[in-house]
């Protein structure tokens, strides 16, 4: 433990400094009240506790935010019947507040804090602060209760098999659905609270034994160095702490679906959990960790694999399609069998535009058509496409504006970006197209290969915490064994190894078992 | 905070040098052999892999024996330090013409089967500025890009080879051991040139993660290009004959000209493979573009490398457009491989690795004593 310590010895810094509460109800609740001047949603309830000694309490909660029923039920309702009902008369003063927290509180969960400070925060996170009279602590009655988002299936990773649970926008809901798919004491769970105004709750969850202790040291330091007002989504904390922000890849992987956090917190892989966001982060990430989907590990591994060959080649075809068609079309018609070369030139006839205006036309329209739907309710979203894809497409290659061959093109690259299962990685390369085809349409298939090289030699000097972005791709001699888990899925009785993301020593996952040694039973 | 301080592993570094080696050699390598020694090139290049595989060796002892030091203190802690400034000084200047000329061949060899009507000028220019992204990015980068790059090489080569065996007559190969030793050894050289690349090792070496793995890597990356140079020369000579080769300027290229294949929608393979030859000359050019940063910012005792890439530029660029055609710059690129070659590659590694036995035995000798 002594490590954990020392990595996480900031947590205790808010206990630190503050005003004590005082004796007195009154300037107690004169302070709070002062605090939370014009603030009209803080609920402030003062009442007696007890028959012989009448205690003075009152309870501090946002109204909204706390859950009402346990309030009036457990809290409320105990304290001020039960209490005078009960047989407390031989009780000294100074125990009546031990008996209240003992006997009479009647809710699973409750602490104390020293300063008034702490109290305001937890009031402004929805619990409930209870004041007693002449006790110089102030006991927090956990009420958290707010109407939210119930768990449903994820919008943005769907699958057709695989579990259909989603994170949701409370925090403590998506612990549980990470906690319940990895019941082990060495999983913990770290909270910070990041903002300067939103002070919002920010969790890492990782194996304590398969963690490699670098990358958590370095994530500590990175979520402690965020100073800023209000996080209002994980998108906030991904930017502050990745490595590269020039780069126009994502060197975190966010994720909606909690077996795909807990797959990757049993690889070593660091599990970031943002309140109010439903989107997890996890690091250190790969680029080949965001070309997979859940589904290709609940699948029988030569389709997987199947899969994921199409989808790397989808992805290669909505980088650089249009730009191979500029390219060939207008630097080497040579490439082209002799048919096929006749037919595009009686296709392009009368097209006013070299192939790469007519490239850039037909991208750009289909951008704002995709980003236009995005934007609209659904039933018209569906309107959008038919008129956007198919009315235009059709009257623009009528009205000879462009060729239908690049029509065909285009609509082949719109949806092989749809292909690749991250959303993040094929904006990027949406963005990445454009300057493709610029570049074949200056120096053809020659300038296709010259930022391809540019892209590849980017990629390679990504790092996301330590671990090469193009990893094992670019680790192959020493992490061979990474190799299985890539553009191939090998069956997993043969993935022994936990891969390049899990400290060291702690590579086996199989104990050594060969493919043979399974589904056999007993001998 | 992680280490950042720019290390390579030793395959990575191996992957470097094969695809520095390869962009260099690849394109003449069969004209020439069959220039001076007909059908016996085979025997000319396991020689010369034999020696390339010894110096490789050798440099690989020298980095493992002197870890952490670069290449001017390598040359300084062994042949005394104004010594080694001239030496460095030279090697600047070798890879520097080395590289133009590289540049200067791809913009040619680009320009006649890609880009008819770019200016050359173009072509390099934007070469060279692809290349200094890379430098600038440093050697961590470049043994990841290498890593990646590598298998992929060989993998789309095996298909191409394949592709080629159509219309071969491997009989073409045939008399074997016709030629005088004497001829033999004479053509050693030439196949020596085509294996240059393999010197940036010394200049690399400084940044090896594990240097002690340094010499054994090195016999393996030579084994692979001498394989890959056995098998070219053989696709070569099998499918021109003698006679055809030695009047082809790019052999290899013609060789994959030749490439028809009944039902494949693409109609000329060639395009496809001078795409992919640009990524191969990319990596023959960067390596070189990158150790001569390293080694001017070692001669002027700057730290950050970074510095010297885009001054170097214009340097580079001028010295590919002085040779007035092709059949210049060959021999420009004769005299600077024979000479300058010889001294970097042959007997400035023996020099050093001669001063180093005499210093380790010395150093034992006062141990024992």
Aim: proline share 4%; glycine share 6%.
């Amino acid at each position: 433990m002594g490590l954990f310590d020392k990595l996480f010895g900031k947590k205790d810094k808010a206990s630190s400094g503050g005003v004590k509460p005082d004796k007195s109800l009154d300037k107690n609740m004169k302070f709070m009240k002062e605090a939370f001047e014009d603030c009209t949603d803080i609920v402030y309830r003062e009442f007696e506790v007890g028959n012989k000694y009448k205690v003075k309490a009152a309870l501090i909660y946002t109204d909204g935010m706390a859950d009402k029923i346990l309030l009036n039920k457990f809290v409320l309702d105990s304290m001020m019947i039960n209490t005078r009902i009960a047989d407390n008369q031989d009780l000294e003063e100074h125990e009546i507040f031990q008996q209240i927290k003992d006997q009479v509180l009647t809710v699973s969960e409750m602490k104390e804090v020293e300063t008034l400070e702490e109290g305001i925060l937890n009031i402004l996170s929805g619990e409930t602060v209870l004041f007693l009279d002449k006790y110089e602590k102030i006991i927090i009655v956990a009420s958290k209760g707010w109407a939210a988002r119930g768990v449903s299936e994820p919008v943005t990773e769907a699958v057709i098999r695989g579990p259909r649970d989603g994170f949701t926008e409370t925090f403590r809901v998506n612990t549980a659905l990470i906690r319940r798919r990895i019941r082990d004491t060495r999983l913990k769970l770290k909270t910070y609270q990041i903002g300067e105004r939103s002070k919002t709750d920010v969790a890492i969850m990782y194996l304590e034994d398969l963690v490699d202790e670098e990358v958590l040291e370095e994530v500590n330091k990175r979520l402690n160095q965020i100073n800023y007002d209000a996080i209002l989504d994980s998108g906030y904390i991904e930017q502050f702490v990745e490595d590269n922000w020039i780069s126009l890849f994502p060197q975190i992987q966010n994720t909606e679906r909690p077996d795909v956090a807990a797959a990757a917190i049993c690889e070593g892989k660091i599990a970031l959990l943002v309140d109010n966001s439903p989107f997890v982060l996890i690091v250190p990430s790969t680029f080949n960790a965001l070309m997979q989907s859940a589904e290709d590990y609940y699948e029988r591994w030569p389709i997987a694999t199947a899969v994921r060959i199409l989808r790397y080649f989808a992805a290669f075809l909505s980088l650089t399609a249009p730009s191979l068609y500029v390219a060939i079309t207008s630097f080497h018609p040579q490439m082209i069998p002799a048919d096929l070369a006749l037919a595009l030139a009686a296709n392009r006839q009368g097209v006013p535009f070299p192939a790469i205006v007519e490239a850039l036309i037909m991208e750009t329209t289909i951008e704002i058509l995709r980003e236009a739907g995005v934007r609209l309710p659904k039933p018209i979203g569906a309107t959008i496409g038919i008129v956007g894809g198919l009315v235009i497409g059709q009257a623009a290659v009528e009205a000879g504006i462009v060729g239908p061959m690049m029509v065909i093109v285009v609509a082949v690259t719109a949806i092989s970006s749809f292909a690749i299962p991250s959303y993040n990685v094929s904006i990027g390369f949406r963005l990445l197209r454009f300057i493709f085809v610029l570049s074949a349409g200056f120096l053809g298939l020659y300038g296709v290969s010259l930022v391809a090289l540019i892209l590849l030699v980017h990629l390679s000097s990504l790092k996301s915490f330590g671990i090469p972005y193009l990893s094992p791709f670019v680790t192959i001699m020493d992490y061979f064994g990474d190799m299985k888990d890539t553009v191939v899925r090998a069956p997993l009785l043969s993935m022994n190894n936990r891969g390049i993301t899990t400290r060291k020593g702690r590579k086996n996952r199989l104990d050594d078992k060969k493919p043979e040694d399974f589904g056999k039973g007993e001998e | 905070m992680f280490q950042n301080n720019e290390k390579v592993s030793p395959s990575q570094l191996a992957s470097v040098i094969i695809l520095t080696m390869v962009g260099t050699g690849i394109l003449t390598l069969p004209r020439a052999l069959a220039d001076e020694v007909g059908t016996d090139g085979w025997l000319v290049i396991l020689f010369s892999g034999a020696i390339s595989m010894l110096l490789l060796y050798a440099m690989g002892y020298i980095v493992k024996k002197l870890p952490g030091k670069n290449y001017l203190e390598i040359l300084s802690a062994t042949l005394t330090k104004p010594v080694a400034y001239v030496l460095v000084f030279l090697f600047i200047i070798y890879s520097i013409v080395l590289n133009s000329f590289l540049i200067r061949i791809f913009g040619e060899v680009i320009k006649m089967f890609l880009l008819f009507y770019t200016p050359i000028e173009v072509i390099m220019f934007t070469m060279l500025l692809t290349s200094i992204y890379l430098v600038r990015r440093g050697i961590e980068t470049l043994g990841r890009l290498a890593e990646f790059m590598l298998p992929i090489v060989i993998i789309l080569n095996v298909p191409l080879f394949l592709l080629t065996l159509q219309g071969t007559d491997f009989s073409n190969l045939l008399p074997v051991f016709q030629t005088p030793i004497k001829d033999l050894v004479m053509a050693i050289p030439t196949a020596l040139f085509s294996f240059l690349g393999y010197e940036i090792m010394l200049v690399f070496g400084v940044f090896m993660n594990k240097p002690n793995k340094a010499p054994r890597s090195g016999i393996w990356t030579i084994g692979i290009v001498t394989v890959f140079y056995l098998f070219l020369n053989a696709m070569v000579l099998s499918r021109f004959g003698v006679q055809q080769t030695t009047h082809l300027i790019w052999p290899t290229l013609s060789l994959f000209k030749t490439i028809e294949f009944p039902g494949l929608f693409i109609e000329n393979v060639e395009v496809v493979v001078m795409t992919m030859w640009v990524f191969i000359v990319f990596m023959s050019v960067a390596p070189f573009y990158l150790s001569n940063v390293i080694l001017i910012a070692n001669f002027a005792g700057v730290k950050n490398h970074n510095l010297f890439a885009l001054p170097l530029l214009p340097l580079i660029y001028f010295i590919s457009l002085f040779p007035d055609s092709m059949a210049a710059t060959y021999y420009y690129l004769d005299i600077i491989a024979r000479y300058g070659a010889t001294l970097v590659v042959i007997i400035v590694p023996l020099l050093v690795l001669i001063a180093l036995l005499i210093r380790l035995r010395r150093k034992e000798e006062g141990n024992n004593a």
